[in-house]
Each structure stands twice: as structure tokens, then as C-alpha cells.
């Protein structure tokens, strides 16, 4: 059964980076397409990017585009998010999720696995 970690989170100050990892694990992990979302406090959950399982597409939120990249390395099964310029709303916890299909990815729709997030803080 397919499996997904995050990791990487933690406080930041406002403009720095910050790499978060999710990591695959178990069958079919070369087959799905990886989105990465968040949900800040008291607001609905969004999607920052995905990836399609090839790691050959990558769509990106219009507003995250620039600041946010993401990149699968196939040989450790895992997707990372790189994040600079970070702002204090970027503020959230941050999930990485599998589907097949990167329109269900962008819509957030049939996901099959979803991580258990990592908590980004952006604050000074």
C-alpha cells in the first residue's frame, strides 16, 4: 500500500527557504502523480503544485508560481518542495497527497493517500 510522509517543516523567517520532503513509500509509487497543498488556520486547504508521475509536468498554483519549486527524485521516491521569498502567509501545514490524473490533482479530487503534513511557520 502506497504511503507518503512529509517532513522538512519548521519556523522560518519572512524572505528565507525552506526544503520540505515527502517521501513515497510501498507499491505503485512511480505510477501517481504527487500534489503538494496546505491549509492555513481557519482557511480552506489549497493546492500549491503538482507533478505528474513522470516528473516531467509540473502545474503550480498562478499566485506561488516563482517562489515555490517542486522535483521528483525517482531514486529515493521522494518529492520535494523547494519555497523562497516566503511570507508570513505562507504560514501552514503542508501536505503532499497521490493521485492519478493532474487535473483530480489540481482539484484536489480522488486522492488516494494523503501525507500527515509537515507545520511551516513564517514569522520573525
Known amino acids: 500500500q502506497l504511503q507518503l510522509a512529509e517532513s522538512g517543516g519548521g519556523l522560518v523567517q519572512p524572505g528565507g527557504s525552506l526544503r520540505l520532503v515527502c517521501e513515497a513509500s510501498g507499491r505503485h509509487t512511480e505510477h501517481v502523480d504527487i500534489g503538494w497543498f496546505r491549509q492555513a488556520p481557519g482557511k480552506e486547504r489549497e493546492v500549491v503544485v503538482c507533478?505528474?508521475?513522470?516528473?516531467?509536468?509540473?502545474r503550480y498554483a498562478a499566485s506561488l508560481e516563482g517562489r515555490f519549486t517542486t522535483a521528483r527524485n525517482f531514486a529515493e521516491s521522494t518529492v520535494y518542495l523547494l519555497m523562497s521569498s516566503l511570507k508570513p502567509e505562507d504560514t501552514a501545514t503542508y501536505y503532499c497527497?497521490?493521485?492519478?490524473?493532474?487535473?483530480?490533482?489540481?482539484?484536489?479530487?480522488?486522492?488516494?493517500?494523503w501525507g500527515q503534513g509537515t507545520l511551516v511557520t513564517v514569522s520573525s
Open positions: 507533478i505528474s508521475n513522470d516528473g516531467h509536468t509540473t
Open positions: 497527497a497521490a493521485t492519478v490524473g493532474m487535473d483530480k490533482c489540481l482539484a484536489g479530487r480522488d486522492i488516494a493517500v
